[in-house]
């Protein structure tokens, strides 16, 4: 049996663990270590990047301190949606709040089907209808919600994380100044792949023709008038540095920034997308082949770049799925910063690390489906561990005592 996963009680419990790596994207594609987990629980940092963890010589933390209520709360009343029993549940405004439970307890109905959507409808407008509530109250300490998930940012294949931070309006902006482009008036849609002038129109931009296979699956060819460049002749002759925007496209995050060093509107964007470590991306590529937690990032480096910050309720649906501890810590710090910006985050989680490094837990059950539905805790870590109904908190307390 082979299984891809980063869940560490399924590792632990593998035969034989292979490991890719270093890092992610062009920085990866190497297999670092295979063997037994206790053999790669022996190897050092520089060979394998699970090792330390499952040794818990590393550990997912927070730089970030630890944070209390300070009265202010958002409070839905009387939830009775789906298994819930008519619970109050309270979040504390400013904080980070893990929402636990096993799988069927209510959090996903707590969180999407009541608060994200009683949320969006009073503070976006959202045309949705919330599950059955009776209340909901706080919402003053708030402006806006948004809802954070792994979900592919746009359905198509042109959109990429240029297009999706804007990123590339300011491209196509530089490559009209350059010199050759204003000797020839070409407009700064001409360097976009999206409509006619500067795009190749063998492909209208793709880069790829398809072909009918008939009965078969659609096959794709790279385009034979541009080569996949996408733009045509003579829109690819404009160059900034010696490079086209097809070149430019092409780049890596990291490598634009040494680039566009001198830019600093084109770098504030580059930073944010290699601050949520995307530094190894490259501009064009498609965003339908981004890894859900790649897309996750996205989306929170968009959420980051912002300029006014604050009072946003953030939702999270299982935000560490598929993601690696690196990643993990990688997205907590991430989470803490916007906490620290006055912003509010509500995460429903399983993995323990994040849980105890939350601020504030509510944890459904005690079981699933009709034996859940109700909130067997809520309060901050220290409590959990004592409530005897928590199934989370004996987990928490289980996986302390492991060390
Ligand atoms: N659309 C639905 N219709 C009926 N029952 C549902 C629906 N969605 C979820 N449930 C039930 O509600 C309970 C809570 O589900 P859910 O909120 O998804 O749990 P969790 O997110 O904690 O795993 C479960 O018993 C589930 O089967
Ligand atoms: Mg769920």
Redo the contacts with the bound molecule.
Sequence with gaps: MIVVEHDEETMRAADELVELGPGAGTEGGEVLFQGSPAACALQPAAVSRTGPYLARKLRVGKDARQRVPDGRWLTVRGAS????KNCDAAFPVGLLTAVT?????????????ILAAAAARKLNGAKVLPGRHRGLEGLEHFEKTVRVDQEPIGRSPRSNPATYTKLLDLLRDLFARCPLAKVRGYRPSRFSFNVRGGRCERCQGDGQIRLDMQFLADAYVECPSCSGRRFNRETLEVRFHGKSIADVLDLTVGEAMQLFRHVPRIMEKLATLDAVGLGYLRLGQSAVTLSGGEAQRLKLSLELSRRQQGQTLYLL?EPTTGLHWVDIQRLMDLLFKLRDAGNTIVV?EHNLDVIHLSDWIID?GPG???E??EIVFAGSRAGIERESRSLTGQALARWKARG
Excluded: Q, Y
Aim: aromatic letters at 0%; glycine letters at 28%; charged letters at 15%.
């Design positions: 949606e789906h298994n819930l439970g096993v799988s069927g307890s209510g959090k996903s109905t707590l969180v999407n089907d649906d429903i459904l699933g489906g009709n859940g539905g």
